[in-house]
C-alpha cells in the first residue's frame, strides 16, 4: 500500500526586540531567572497591556516577505489552559482575526521545486520555561511576555527534506530582514511538525504533532521516522491516534506526550485589555519599502561567484557572515579562496573560542591582505594559518596587520632556487628506501617526502615550488 505524507508546520519564532510583546520589561537571553519580570509578565491583578509597537512592524514585515495579505483589522484572543509556566492561566494570542493571511514560500534544492503556502501569520506572548531536574521542577519567567510570531503553513510538504529546505530559506529571509536570530539552540525559532498520511483518492488520515526538536536535521529524521511508524500501523489496520509526540535523537524514537487537545478545549475568547489593532495602508506600505533586498537575489549573485551550494548556505546562515564576506571580497575577487579560509581555519577559531561572527573585530580587509600575500608567494598555508589565529587572538584596540607578523613571527617564505634545490637532494639521498617505494608505484609516500622536506624548510619555502622539484627529481630516476 502506498501512502502519501501530506505535513503542515507550526513555527514560532522570536522577535528581535528589546522589550517584551506587552510590557517594558527586557528580553535578554541567558539572564538571571526571574529578573526580568512586572506585574504584566505575571498577570497580578489590574496589570494592563500595551502593545509593542515594534512587534507589529516586525509581523508586518514576514507578511511582505512571505507574500502574504496584510489585515488592516486584527484583534487579540485568550488562549486559555494551565500549566506550572503559563502564570496567568492563558495566553494572548491571535485566532479569530490574525495580523496576516495567506502567502508562500517557494523552495528550490536539488530535485525540490515548490511553492508551498502560508495559511497564516500572527503575534502571540510567550509562555516562562519550566526546568525539569530529576526530582524537582524549577521556573523561569524571564520568557513569559517575549514577543512570538507563530507562521502557519498548509499541509503541503511531502518529506523531512522539504522541510528541511523551506525552514532554511525562511530563516535566510528572517535573520537578513533583522526580524528574528532563528538560534534554534536559544528557542528563538522553534518548529511543531504535523504528519498524516493518506491513500490516493482518499482523505487525510488523523494527523499526530511532533514538538520540541531541537535542530533541523533532527527534524528531519523525527519526520522519516513517524511517517514509517504511521505507515507501518496503517498497513496492520491500526488507527493513528491523535497525539503530541516528543522525539529521541538518541535512538530515533518518538514519545508519547499527551493526546492531542482539541481548538475548543483552549476556550478562545477575545482579550478586552487590548483594543484591536487597525492598520493604515500608509503605515504597511512604508515597511514595504524598507524590506531588505530578497535572498534569493543575494544566492544567484553568489552562484554568479562560482561558489558552490553549500559555500553559499554557509555565508546566508547569518547577516553578519554575508557582510564579512562582501568585506573580504571588496579588496580580493577569488570567492572560491576567501570562502575556504572563512569556513576552514577563521570558523574553526571562531568556534573552538565560542565568538559570533558579529563579535569578530578583525577588519576583512586584514583578511584579503593575508590571501593577497599568499597568492603572492610570500607565506605558505601554515604561515598562513599562524597569522590568521593571531591578527583573530589580538586585542580589538592593538589589531596588527600580517606583514607585520610575517616579520614579527619570522614567516616568510626566503628560500632561493638554489637552497630548494639542495634540500630536495638531501631528503631524497637519505631516504633511498622510501624513494624506492615510490619508484615501485607506491604514490602515498609522496607526501611523506614532501613532509621531510617542509620540515627541513621550516616552512620558509614555497610548497608548489618544493612539489614541482621533488616531483621532477623522482620522475627523472624512473627514466
Given amino acids: 500500500m502506498v501512502f502519501k505524507p501530506a505535513i503542515g508546520l507550526e513555527i514560532h519564532v522570536e522577535l528581535l526586540t528589546c522589550t517584551k510583546i506587552f510590557c517594558g520589561c527586557r528580553t535578554d537571553f ?12 505575571l498577570g497580578l491583578p489590574g496589570a494592563l497591556p500595551v502593545l509593542n509597537e515594534k512587534v507589529v512592524e516586525l509581523a508586518v514585515k514576514t507578511g511582505l516577505i512571505l507574500n502574504s495579505q496584510i ?64 526530582e524537582e521542577t524549577l521556573l523561569d519567567y ?44 536559544q528557542g528563538s525559532l522553534r518548529v ?12 487525510l488520515g488523523k494527523k499526530t504533532e511532533i514538538k520540541n526538536i531541537n535542530s533541523f536535521k533532527n527534524i528531519e529524521k523525527a519526520i522519516t521516522h513517524e511517517i514509517k511508524r504511521q505507515a507501518k500501523l496503517l498497513e496492520h489496520g491500526e488507527d493513528i491516534k491523535e497525539q503530541t509526540l516528543g522525539y529521541n535523537d ?62 553559499i548556505d554557509k555565508i546566508l546562515k547569518t547577516k553578519g557572515m554575508l557582510q564579512y564576506f562582501h568585506g573580504i571580497f571588496e579588496e580580493y575577487k577569488d570567492s572560491n579562496k576567501i570562502a575556504n579560509i572563512l569556513f576552514g581555519d577563521f570558523s574553526r577559531y571562531l568556534n573552538d573560542k ?11 580587509k586584514y583578511i584579503s591582505d593575508l590571501l593577497q600575500l599568499a597568492d603572492a608567494g610570500k607565506i605558505n598555508s601554515v604561515a598562513m594559518k599562524k597569522i590568521l589565529f593571531e591578527m583573530l587572538a589580538c586585542d580589538p584596540k592593538a589589531l596588527v596587520k600580517p606583514e607585520y607578523l610575517i616579520e614579527k613571527l619570522d614567516l616568510s617564505q626566503t628560500f632561493s632556487e638554489k637552497e630548494i634545490d639542495e634540500t630536495v637532494d638531501k631528503v631524497i639521498n637519505d631516504n633511498q628506501g622510501v624513494v624506492e ?18 620540515k627541513e624548510t621550516k616552512g620558509k619555502a614555497n610548497p608548489t615550488i618544493l612539489r614541482e622539484v621533488l616531483k621532477g627529481k623522482l620522475d627523472n630516476k624512473k627514466e
Avoid: W
Avoid at 526571574?34 to 506585574?39: A, E, F, G, R, T
Avoid at 537575489?297 to 559555500?311: A, F, K, P, T, V
Fill in 250 to 311: 538518541k535512538d530515533n524514537s518518538v514519545i508519547i506526550m499527551r493526546d492531542k487537545e482539541a481548538t475548543n478545549d483552549y476556550m478562545f475568547f477575545p482579550e478586552y485589555d487590548l483594543p484591536n489593532l487597525v492598520l493604515e495602508e500608509k503605515y504597511i506600505e512604508e515597511i514595504r519599502k524598507s524590506l531588505p533586498r530578497d535572498t534569493q537575489d543575494i544566492r544567484q549573485e553568489l552562484i554568479g561567484l562560482g561558489l558552490s551550494l553549500n559555500q
Fill in 437 to 454: 617505494d615510490y619508484l615501485n608505484g607506491n604514490n602515498k609516500v609522496f607526501k611523506y617526502l614532501m613532509g621531510l622536506i617542509m
Fill in 192 to 203: 511543531d511538525v504535523n504528519i498524516s498520511l493518506s491513500t490516493k483518492g482518499k482523505p
Fill in 30 to 41: 541567558g539572564a538571571a531567572p526571574n529578573s526580568q519580570l512586572c506585574p504584566v509578565c
Fill in 71 to 134: 489585515n488592516y483589522y486584527s484583534s487579540f484572543d485568550r488562549k486559555n489552559y494551565f500549566y506550572p509556566d503559563l502564570v496567568k492561566g492563558y495566553q494572548i494570542t491571535q485566532y479569530y482575526e490574525p495580523l496576516a493571511r495567506g502567502g508562500y514560500l517557494d523552495i528550490t534544492k536539488g530535485r525540490i521545486n515548490k511553492r508551498i503556502r502560508i495559511n497564516r501569520i500572527h503575534i502571540e506572548e510567550d509562555a516562562g520555561k519550566s526546568i525539569h531536574l530529576s
Fill in 354 to 364: 565560542k565568538i559570533s561572527i558579529e563579535k569578530v573585530a578583525l577588519p576583512p
Fill in 142 to 185: 524571564n520568557r513569559s511576555g517575549v514577543p512570538l510570531m507563530e507562521i502557519v503553513t498548509e499541509p503541503e510538504f511531502e518529506s523531512g527534506e522539504e522541510v528541511v529546505c523551506f525552514l532554511e530559506r525562511l530563516r535566510e529571509k528572517l535573520v537578513h530582514g533583522d526580524i528574528s536570530d532563528c538560534k534554534l539552540e
